[in-house]
């Protein structure tokens, strides 16, 4: 031994999710990051999420084992494919580059995971199930209803972003849980197009958000052939995310979110293809990094009740 061994530790990657010694093995697991805030309409920095998470990610603060016991390093092999390019004048082209990263992501029929970047990523990520015309039912986990047709003069705004999905050929359906910030005329928008929704104060009356999230997915997977889960940070009170770009107060605790994404993920059949993003986190905001332990967590947490589809 020598003295250079007391320096630091092998950096970690991805929690240790991603080995280094995999030779021919295939990825089971797909990640990628998405640095695009152009739309953000309020505080903008979400393009620094995905590098800022994984910064943070190969700290030696954590272990790769959920609260039941699972160590995710048995079961994942992660590929992190880095961050899409983004061209930061042009929205537009921009979500073109995202729509065909993600479509050959669903290539691989492996589930995938997209860091954002603002909430405007996800229209991008619905174009690609359109190239692939894969109906796709959107579970949107939000703060907002993000169902403005224009703000800003621009149609691919983050406030946009449902309402944009809600017209693709491929719509198969969107779940709102979480909204608390709306207009009512959004509110008939949503019903007009059978949107489930639930409101914040409708999740925190309810008893148990696990089995909420359980029956509410056991009523949903026969009915749709893809989940495509959008996690929108601002769900959460911001006392529990404060990094995010629009902060709305009275939020879900951070541990009812993650009860709530259990449920779902627990309900989700194997075999059952899905894909999800966490969207709206904002370094430039997140006091002593509280938003971004959170989203650690909540990944450690879903990983671990997603190894049936591994
Ligand atoms: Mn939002």
Known sequence: ???????????????????????????????????????????????????????????????????????????????????IGIINTDIGKSLRRVSEGVTDLISFQKPFLIMGGDHSITIGVGKAFENKNIPVHIIYIDGHLDLYDEVNESRLSHACSLKRLSELQTFDGATILGYRDFLSEQVEYAKQKDMLLYSTSYLQHQANLFDFGTSLIQKLASKHQYFHISIDLDVLDPSFAPGVGNPVACGLTSRDLVTLLLGIFNALPPGKNFSWDIVEYNPLFDTADITAFFVIKLLIELLGEQIKFV
């Open 1 to 83: 031994m020598s003295n250079l061994d007391f320096i630091s530790h092998q950096p970690q990657s991805f929690c240790g999710l991603i080995k280094h010694d995999w030779k021919d093995e295939i990825p089971n697991y797909n990640l990628i990051g998405v640095p695009l805030d152009i739309s953000s309409s309020y505080r903008p920095g979400a393009r620094f999420g995905p590098d800022s998470l994984r910064r943070i990610l190969q700290s030696e603060n954590f272990e790769c084992v959920s609260e039941k016991g699972i160590d995710l390093t048995r079961y994942f092999r992660l590929k992190d494919w880095g961050n």
